[in-house]
Nanobody
Framework: QEQVAESGGGLVQAGDSLRLSCTTSRREIRNYGMGWFRQPPGKERELVVVQTTGGTTYSAPSLEGRFTISRDNAKNTLYLQMTSLKPGDTAVYYC?????????????????????WGQGTQVTVSS
């Protein structure tokens, strides 16, 4: 069973930047379509940004380009670089991995597209 693990969450102030990391335990990240999702307090899990094995990326439009996904295959690590953080970004952030292939990047934006999920890491942005 694959295990996905996030790290890097914490308490920051509005306007700060923060980088989250994600690793996998069995298969290398290069083999997976990967995604970052988040779940704000009292709300459903929502898309942040996803990336295919080929490097195609799709971000939630509401983020206005503030968040960036990247991979370091040598370190088997996926990153989420978050900038200009706002209190509304407060959420538990989840990393997800899928071995399934979808022809359309939009299909990777669905929670149900992913086989493996991390436990989540809390990001709290104070005003």
């Amino acid at each position: 069973q694959e295990q996905v693990a996030e790290s890097g969450g914490g308490l920051v102030q509005a306007g700060d930047s923060l980088r989250l990391s994600c690793t996998t335990s069995r298969r290398e990240i290069r083999n997976y379509g990967m995604g970052w999702f988040r779940q704000p307090p009292g709300k459903e899990r929502e898309l942040v940004v996803v990336q295919t094995t080929g490097g195609t990326t799709y971000s939630a439009p509401s983020l206005e380009g503030r968040f960036t996904i990247s991979r370091d295959n040598a370190k088997n690590t996926l990153y989420l670089q978050m900038t200009s953080l706002k209190p509304g970004d407060t959420a538990v952030y989840y990393c997800a991995a899928t071995l399934r292939y979808y022809a359309d990047i939009i299909d990777y934006t669905q929670v149900g597209a992913y086989d493996y999920w991390g436990q989540g890491t809390q990001v709290t942005v104070s005003s």
